[in-house]
């Protein structure tokens, strides 16, 4: 088993176990704690957007580079590009605190959110704290260490927000106080991957003010402000959402739709732990010409995680009204944003790693292009859908816009690098998968919850044993047969 492979597993557990403990609070907890008050979680989440709408123009695709020209300096001249790393992000550290300060009065409308306004300054946290760790969590997973690195983004993080939440439940902390702990949840993370970092590797720094503008570094500036654009659209797409809310319905509209997005979300979680140690993968087989190696990954990154993404969508649809009474009034409503949020992450899980290839390739300014008419594309759809649907219309809106993207990622793999994700296998696996749909229906649902679980386990189980006996993926059923040589064992 690859590095990919085994890594890739650990980043499994790590991501499950943090979904795992994000929908403990998310999706247990939230519609009950903030039953009453349902604009003060609408208000955490809105912090959040906003921050994320920051993060790309003051990181300047710094993590990105890193991973992308990390390995193609030698041992002698490595110190000085960590140099380099250092000394622009501390300048654009210093520089966006000075505007997000100074422009306070100027965001903040008079007829802005008193919530809001009362905690605007709290973006700086979130923000810095995001931006720090994803350096360093670059930094690790170039030395092919991405386990801490989605260990604390994935479960550390959640513990530390599960611990405030339950800690406002049950009146330890005042609402303003579990807010302020709430924006330094990255900057809690970042600091034990720097301290990792710093006591792993030691490397030294270079000074060398002549280096920050050497010829070296010319095509590393290009990169980096092209892939500036692609992630800053990429950023505008995933939280414009929260932010248009705010502006035409309520933060009480966020805090419902923040939850059902996340339950929707589950879905891309078996893309999300491939994409991390797949990434320095595939930046080193473009610097070593390996096609073949990026051909395998992209079907391996579509394929397995496909087949588990399709199982997370039956388990969730086929009980949503279960779902939804546990919900309540206040949080029951609009469950067609999972279906809409989950029909356009399985296009993109479907789609595999096509986004990496992409940037990490030659190739990588045409992403901006594609992610410049994407958002575009999902502010007018959420401009026309709002008003005839409300939230469930940012929901539709938000999954053309996966649609879109994905199709012409897909078009533009296939036709400048010549490969694509797809198989027969997949075919064979989205037939049978619409037809277990289709069966499970006459079965259901019911208001009798027994029943629910026990057609749930029916299905999947005939799912995964379809999935296994035509060896749909052999990533699959290697962890299949070694489970089960372990238990015979």
């Known amino acids: 088993m690859g590095i990919i492979a085994k890594q890739g597993i650990k980043n499994s557990v790590s991501i499950y176990l943090g979904f795992l403990i994000g929908g403990i609070y998310t999706i247990l907890l939230v519609p009950k704690v903030f039953e009453q008050n349902p604009e003060e979680w609408g208000l955490a989440r809105l912090l959040v957007s906003i921050a994320m709408l920051i993060v790309p123009w003051v990181q300047f695709s710094i993590p990105n580079t890193v991973i992308k020209f990390y390995s193609r300096f030698s041992k002698e001249k490595i110190g000085k590009f960590i140099f380099a790393v250092y000394f622009w992000l501390t300048v654009l550290i210093i520089v966006s605190l000075v505007i997000v300060i100074s422009l306070k009065n100027i965001i903040l409308t008079e007829n802005a959110n008193s919530l809001l306004s009362e905690n605007y300054l709290l973006i700086i946290p979130l923000f810095l704290g995001y931006i720090l760790f994803e350096v360093f969590s670059a930094f690790s997973r170039v030395h092919f260490k991405s386990v801490l690195p989605v260990f604390l983004k994935e479960f550390i993080f959640r513990i530390y927000v599960l611990t405030l939440i339950l800690a406002y439940y049950f009146r330890y902390l005042t609402f303003d106080r579990f807010i302020f702990f709430y924006a330094f949840s990255y900057a809690f993370i970042f600091l034990i991957i720097g301290f990792d970092y710093f006591l792993s590797f030691k490397q030294k720094l270079k000074i060398d003010f002549n280096f920050l503008f050497s010829k070296e570094m010319k095509p590393i500036y290009r990169y980096a402000f092209f892939l500036l654009l692609s992630t800053g659209a990429a950023m505008i797409v995933l939280n414009i959402d929260n932010v248009m809310i705010n502006k035409f319905l309520s933060l009480s509209d966020i805090a419902i739709y923040s939850v059902w997005f996340y339950l929707a979300t589950t879905i891309s979680v078996p893309l999300r732990s491939i994409n991390g140690i797949a990434a320095p993968v595939i930046s080193k087989c473009f610097t070593d010409n390996d096609t073949k190696t990026i051909k395998s990954i992209y079907k391996k990154s579509s394929i397995t995680p496909l087949i588990i993404s399709i199982l997370i969508f039956f388990i969730l649809w086929y009980n949503v009204d279960l779902i939804k009474l546990y919900f309540g009034d206040t949080f029951g409503k609009n469950e067609h944003i999972l279906l809409f949020i989950a029909i356009g992450n399985l296009v993109n899980v479907a789609s595999g790693v096509n986004g990496t290839i992409i940037t990490l390739s030659e190739y990588y300014k045409s992403d901006i292009v594609f992610q410049i008419l994407l958002v575009g594309f999902i ?42 994700p797809f198989s027969k296998q997949t075919v064979i696996l989205l037939v049978f998968s619409t037809g277990i749909f289709l069966l499970s229906m006459l079965f259901g649902p019911s208001e009798n919850v027994w029943n629910h679980i026990i057609y749930t386990m029916f299905f999947s189980v005939l799912y995964l044993s379809f999935v296994y006996f035509v060896k749909i993926s052999e990533d699959i059923n290697s962890v299949i047969d070694k489970f089960l040589f372990r238990k015979k064992k």
């Open 379 to 420: 502010i007018i759809t959420n401009l026309i859908f709002i008003p005839h649907f409300q939230i469930e219309g940012v929901a539709i809106a938000t999954a053309l816009s996966l649609i879109l993207i994905n199709v012409i990622r897909l078009i533009f793999v296939s036709v400048k690098l010549k490969m694509q």
